[in-house]
Each structure stands twice: as structure tokens, then as C-alpha cells.
């Protein structure tokens, strides 16, 4: 099993749609949250942070639920310039070092 | 520089050869790491630099590859005598080190690596 697990999508939705992306993460120990977004053949851009008492960026929206080790993203209104892969990432001290684990990230295509 | 910078961009190289990419971290940043990521795949976890720390080389897949970090500053990833399950995008990415909560991760945009 995947240390921060994602469902790979694609998501389809329609321009201005309402969309929502789970993550899992499986260690406790997991300290600090964040959303990246890749688009195709660049590297992940960071989107926004997710703090314990859910935050919203615009659009967006992320929440944190420690005690079932769940992050969600949700975006409105979607607009075809959100089409991109969004990763769940968290981080974790091990051995010394502060590792950032990706998943492999869920899809989004926002159709005209 | 403002970001994260990596050279080359593209690297087109024969199976067997040696090759170096380079990456230049966000300057003061200490914390450097090394990432993999083959076509539609996840990131991988490579090495990962802090200070004058010795480095985490637990995600390098074979003695084949090696990095540095000079001045603790610009690194090298090196792959020796490539073969073709190395082609990939190599990323390089850097933080503040401080390791609060909430430390953020940058990104530079790769080298996209290609072994014929």
C-alpha cells in the first residue's frame, strides 16, 4: 500500500463544476500538508497548504482530517485553465530527514 | 536566481555513457533534494541534502548514481554508464531547511533525460 494514496481520475467535469479530490495518507507521524498542481511536462507547483482547520484559496478548498488521515481538495467553479494533475503530499521527519511523500497524483480535465 | 534552476533542460545520451545534471538552488535555501519521475508515473525520491548534514541517499536506485552538493549550494547528480529504464525527468527542489510547519517545497523545471 501506497503511503499517500489518491484516486489517478481522470475527472471530467464541465466548465464551472464543482469537483472534489480525496487523498489518504497512512503515517500518523505526518506533519505539514500541501496540494501541487503539475500540468503536462512541468514540474509541481505548489497550490496551497491544507491546515488542520480547513482553508480556502479563492476557488479552492482544502481540508485536513487527522484522525482518519484524510485531505481533500474541492474546487468551484472550474474553469478550463484548471486542467492539470493534483498532488497530495505530506511530510514526515525520518532518520533526520524531512521527506515531502507525492502521491501519484489525480487528473482533471475541464471540458468546454 | 529566483528559483530553482536546473541544466540541461534536455539530455539526449547513448546507453553506457556517463552523464551530470545540474541543479541551483533558491538562494539561502539549505534543504536540496533530487526527485524522479518517469513518463505518467509519481515521484521518486532520490537523495536529499540538509546543511552540512550528511545526505539521505536512500532513494538512489543503484550504486550507478551519485550526487554532491558543493558549498553547499549547487549540486550534481551524476548517472554512470546509463541504461535506458534511466530516461526520465530528473527534478531538483529546495526549502528553507528550517523545517517549521507548513515548509514549502520549490520546484525547478528538470532535465528531461533520454538514453538511446
Known amino acids: 500500500r501506497k503511503e499517500v494514496e489518491q484516486d489517478p481520475g481522470p475527472f471530467n467535469v464541465p466548465e464551472g463544476a464543482t469537483v472534489a479530490f480525496n487523498c489518504t495518507y497512512s503515517n500518523s507521524a505526518s506533519q505539514s500538508f500541501f496540494w501541487y498542481r503539475q500540468d503536462c511536462r512541468k514540474e509541481p507547483k505548489l497550490l496551497m497548504s491544507?491546515?488542520?482547520s480547513g482553508n480556502e484559496d479563492g476557488r479552492f478548498t482544502a481540508q485536513l482530517n487527522r484522525a482518519s488521515q484524510y485531505i481533500s481538495l474541492l474546487i468551484r467553479d472550474s474553469k478550463l485553465s484548471d486542467s492539470a494533475t493534483y498532488l497530495c503530499?505530506?511530510?514526515?521527519?525520518?532518520?533526520?530527514?524531512?521527506?515531502?511523500?507525492f502521491g501519484t497524483g489525480t487528473r482533471l480535465k475541464v471540458l468546454a | 536566481g529566483a528559483g530553482v534552476s536546473q541544466s540541461p533542460s534536455n539530455k539526449v545520451t547513448e546507453k553506457g555513457k556517463d552523464v551530470e545534471l545540474r541543479c541551483d538552488p533558491i538562494?539561502?535555501?539549505?534543504?536540496l533534494y533530487w526527485y524522479r519521475q518517469s513518463l505518467g508515473q509519481g515521484l521518486e525520491f532520490l537523495i536529499y541534502f540538509q546543511g552540512n548534514s550528511a545526505p539521505d541517499k536512500s532513494g538512489l536506485p543503484s550504486d550507478r548514481f551519485s550526487a554532491e552538493r558543493t558549498g553547499g549550494s549547487v549540486s550534481t547528480l551524476t548517472i554512470q554508464r546509463t541504461q535506458q529504464e534511466d530516461s526520465a525527468v530528473y527534478l531538483c527542489a529546495s526549502s528553507t531547511g528550517r523545517l517549521n510547519w507548513g515548509e514549502k517545497l520549490f520546484f525547478g523545471s528538470g532535465t528531461q533525460l533520454s538514453v538511446l
Open positions: 503530499v505530506v511530510t514526515r521527519t525520518t532518520s533526520g530527514t524531512y521527506k515531502y511523500i
Open positions: 538562494s539561502g535555501h539549505t534543504a
Open positions: 491544507v491546515y488542520s
